[in-house]
């Protein structure tokens, strides 16, 4: 039986995530854990790019268990990397702290291979009983005909939707104040606010059930 970790927004939170990895290993005794990170890696908090070389690293040491989707603030990065004007944007988004993660001053100063990681980024991960994505879907269109905007940046109709999407959607993008993540029959949102005092969350999924077995959290 396979046991699935889906962790929400990050935001450079670095010490949190790695309580949190440790907490799912311990979760998974002798198995491997089989992360799906939902994206928003970067930006706001003090360590961007300590969670994007962890978070490499851990890919790389196993390609084929750890998933790391694309978050609509690493879609600002790039955007403001190809496009100058994106840059007041994203800088007014979290960027600034991200620029001084990295010891630069400006987007191009970023080391070439993490924008590159980044652009590789998938925007969702289908196991056949979750969808999984930074923001959501738009509940008018089939899983399979997404656009990739709404992927990363929508909220609404999504949020309020009260049909079945043939998954369970498993999302972030919307951070949850109260620090618990908001479940519902056709969605999960794993947002609970790291950046802003919360902790970050991981949902337990196994193989044989559509809904999560359990949560782990990770407070400073």
Same mark, same amino acid.
Not at 54 to 64: F, G, S, T, V
Not at 163 to 174: A, C, N, P, Q, S
């Given at each position: 039986?396979?046991?699935?970790?889906?962790?929400? =927004?990050?935001?450079?939170?670095?010490?949190?995530?790695?309580? %949190?990895?440790?907490?799912?290993?311990?979760?998974?005794?002798?198995?491997?854990?089989?992360?799906?990170?939902?994206?928003?890696?970067?930006?706001?908090?003090?360590?961007?790019?300590?969670? /994007?070389?962890?978070?490499?690293?851990?890919?790389?040491?196993?390609?084929?268990?750890?998933?790391?989707?694309?978050?609509?603030?690493?879609?600002?990065? %790039?955007?403001?990397? !190809?496009?100058?004007?994106?840059? =007041?944007?994203?800088?007014?988004?979290?960027?600034?702290?991200?620029?001084? +993660?990295?010891? /630069?001053?400006? #987007?191009?100063?970023?080391?070439? !291979?993490? %924008?590159?990681?980044?652009?590789?980024?998938?925007?969702?991960?289908?196991?056949?009983?979750?969808?999984?994505?930074?923001?959501?879907?738009?509940?008018?269109?089939?899983?399979?005909?997404?656009?990739?905007?709404? %992927?990363?940046?929508?909220?609404?109709?999504?949020? +309020?939707?009260?049909?079945?999407?043939?998954?369970?959607? #498993?999302?972030?993008?919307?951070?949850?104040?109260?620090?618990?993540?908001?479940?519902?029959?056709?969605?999960?949102?794993?947002?609970?606010?790291?950046?802003?005092?919360?902790?970050?969350?991981?949902?337990?999924?196994? +193989?044989?059930?559509?809904?999560?077995?359990?949560?782990?959290?990770?407070?400073?």
């Amino acid at each position: 039986m396979t046991v699935t970790y889906a962790v929400g =927004d990050i935001h450079g939170c670095l010490a949190k995530l790695t309580t %949190l990895i440790g907490f799912c290993e311990a979760d998974a005794g002798e198995h491997p854990i089989n992360p799906v990170f939902l994206g928003d890696y970067i930006d706001r908090g003090p360590d961007s790019r300590g969670v /994007v070389e962890h978070l490499m690293a851990l890919q790389q040491a196993r390609p084929d268990q750890v998933i790391c989707l694309m978050g609509n603030h690493e879609d600002m990065l %790039l955007t403001a990397a !190809d496009n100058g004007d994106w840059k =007041d944007q994203w800088l007014r988004n979290g960027g600034l702290q991200t620029l001084r +993660s990295y010891g /630069v001053a400006d #987007v191009t100063g970023i080391p070439k !291979d993490h %924008l590159d990681w980044l652009r590789k980024l998938p925007k969702f991960h289908d196991d056949g009983l979750r969808f999984f994505t930074h923001a959501g879907i738009h509940p008018d269109r089939a899983l399979d005909r997404q656009d990739e905007h709404d %992927l990363l940046w929508i909220r609404e109709p999504f949020l +309020s939707s009260d049909k079945d999407f043939g998954r369970l959607i #498993v999302h972030g993008h919307t951070p949850l104040r109260g620090g618990k993540p908001d479940i519902h029959f056709n969605r999960l949102n794993l947002d609970t606010a790291a950046v802003y005092g919360g902790p970050l969350t991981a949902a337990v999924f196994t +193989s044989d059930h559509r809904m999560p077995k359990r949560f782990l959290c990770s407070a400073d």
